[in-house]
């Protein structure tokens, strides 16, 4: 059986002089350190309690290529789809992990919309200020992909700012060469008073399997304005870990949505680190897989200052043989008086061999709070469905407005009214009905 912890930890010594930011002392400590936790640690197992749902072995058995070159014969047209085509959007597109420049539109106007690579080199004191800051040592993922991380999303808008369009960014895989294993870092610093809105999507257009081992971190000042939107709908042969970090600061207000329809395993790590007065904190989730696909959301609501609120709904879609895991847990630490927080996930399984495993936590130490979380897990009202094929819709088209109204109210904080539509479109198809019907 193929060793991809060995293989990885090889070719970190070809790799890491290859990097960006390699002349950088404190870039270069820091990813060694990461290793070093990595090669301690391993991949976790099901044993692991945060895993226990998730097996990873059938996706780390395969020979992944680990360092990657750009792939200059992808075109516009080849990415068109996977764009909001509709908006003016600035655009970052990565093709294996590199930044592709002639499929871009990026801005140093009054903010900075740039790379990571370019940021690692250009802004060694920012980088310093805020890489790893908020992802948490000790992750095994996240450690893997500070160790190996070489380019990605650099978005910083200065205080006082709004950008002027959403931002698009776009992580395309072709390995034409073979399974490949891409490792990709966003850092995302939105300060004071600024805002900004965000779409991102990972999308494999080759034919071979491919693993992308992806870490966000999230800066919110003070009274920031944060808009994150996360498009999973990939290909059957990716897989996809997704380690989003948000910190913050007093008054800002961040929502990130996750909408799940695709992939073979898609395992979305999102922790919110609530570190000032009167935060606000929004995260949506909508899943609906099917045969052999697995989707795995790990949450976690840190309230570390008092008078915040945080407002979690997931909803889950489950089809065929496949498997559904939730575990989101909010935190109130004892400083944290005041806080209200909402948590609910909520499933239907349209198969008798369709899974989920569900796992909604609370860990209060504060006394003066609001807090309530919730799951369930059914199948559709049989006397609804009865009412309207009693009325002439057939059966799977019913099934259809059932459970696209089950889910489409997770979609209520989408401010970017051409990817409401969009996925929109998307839940339509998934679930076969005529969207105009629905509507």
């Not at 592709?100 to 990571?116: A, G, K, N, P």
């Not at 809105?197 to 081992?213: A, K, L, M, P, Y």
């Amino acid at each position: 059986m193929i060793d991809l912890a060995q293989d990885l930890l090889s070719s970190f010594v070809v790799a890491e002089p290859q990097l960006n930011g390699s002349k950088n002392l404190g870039v270069v400590t820091l990813r060694k350190e990461a290793l070093d936790r990595f090669e301690a640690s391993g991949f976790p197992t099901t044993r692991n309690e945060e895993w226990k749902y998730t097996n990873l072995k059938p996706v780390l058995k395969h020979d992944y290529k680990i360092l990657l070159k750009g792939d200059d014969a992808v075109s516009f047209a080849d990415i068109k789809q996977f764009l909001l085509s509709d908006l003016d959007t600035y655009k970052l597109v990565f093709i294996n992990g590199k930044y592709s420049s002639w499929l871009s539109e990026t801005t140093h106007r009054d903010f900075d919309i740039c790379t990571f690579a370019a940021a690692l080199n250009k802004y060694p004191d920012v980088i310093g200020q805020y890489l790893g800051k908020s992802a948490p040592e000790g992750e095994t993922f996240v450690d893997l992909n500070t160790a190996f991380a070489d380019d990605g999303a650099y978005i910083r808008i200065k205080k006082g700012l709004t950008v002027d369009k959403p931002i698009e960014i776009l992580y395309l895989t072709t390995n034409e060469n073979g399974p490949s294993f891409a490792q990709v870092r966003n850092l995302i610093i939105v300060e004071e008073n600024a805002e900004v809105q965000i779409v991102e999507r990972h999308q494999n257009i080759g034919e071979q399997q491919s693993f992308t081992n992806f870490v966000s971190e999230v800066f919110a000042a003070q009274n920031a304005r944060v808009q994150y939107y996360k498009v999973q709908n990939d290909a059957t042969h990716a897989s996809l870990v997704d380690n989003t970090h948000v910190q913050q600061a007093r008054q800002s207000n961040v929502h990130v949505g996750t909408y799940s329809f695709g992939g073979k395993l898609v395992r979305n790590n999102l922790h919110f680190y609530s570190a000032g007065e009167y935060c606000e904190s929004h995260m949506d989730g909508i899943t609906i897989i099917g045969d052999g696909q697995t989707v795995d959301h790990h949450t976690l609501v840190e309230h570390i200052e008092p008078n915040s609120y945080s407002r979690e709904l997931y909803k889950g879609i489950y089809l065929g043989k496949s498997h559904g895991v939730f575990n989101g847990k909010v935190m109130v630490r004892q400083k944290a008086q005041k806080t209200n927080a909402f948590q609910q996930n909520d499933n239907i399984l349209l198969s008798d061999k369709a899974k989920v495993d569900t796992k909604p936590q609370l860990e209060i130490f504060a006394d003066d709070v609001k807090c309530s979380h919730g799951c369930t897990i059914g199948q559709l009202d049989k006397n609804a469905l009865f009412y309207l094929r009693s009325r002439g819709i057939p059966k799977r088209e019913a099934e259809g407005l059932m459970t696209y109204a089950f889910a489409s109210d997770a979609l209520e904080y989408v401010k970017i009214p051409q990817l409401e539509k969009r996925l929109n479109a998307v839940i339509a198809e998934k679930l076969g009905i005529n969207l105009e019907f629905a509507l």
